[in-house]
């Protein structure tokens, strides 16, 4: 699963990585998280960041917001017991 969200990364970012000279697919996997090697250090941090979130969370957001709504009363309201 990890791979295939680099490969998101690497096709979001694909001419930026290229025009660096550096190597797609190259990541490395820590303790703490990640470490994406392919992206030049003068890349922008927001727009790294931004995409990212949107291709590591996207799916992780949509099961979380279905749970939420299929859980939910007639009202909409989640019971107590539910919370």
């Excluded at 699963?1 to 490395?28: P, V």
């Excluded at 299929?70 to 539910?82: H, I, P, T, V």
């Amino acid at each position: 699963m990890i791979k295939t969200q680099f490969m998101k990364m690497d096709k979001y970012f694909h001419w930026t990585i290229k025009d660096a000279d550096r190597n797609l697919g190259e990541y490395e996997l820590k303790q703490h998280g990640f470490e994406y090697r392919s992206l030049p250090c003068n890349v922008d941090v927001y727009e790294v960041l931004k995409k990212g979130f949107e291709i590591l969370f996207k799916k992780t957001l949509a099961t979380f917001h279905n749970s939420l709504k299929s859980s939910n009363n007639d009202d909409g309201l989640l019971s107590m017991n539910q919370l």
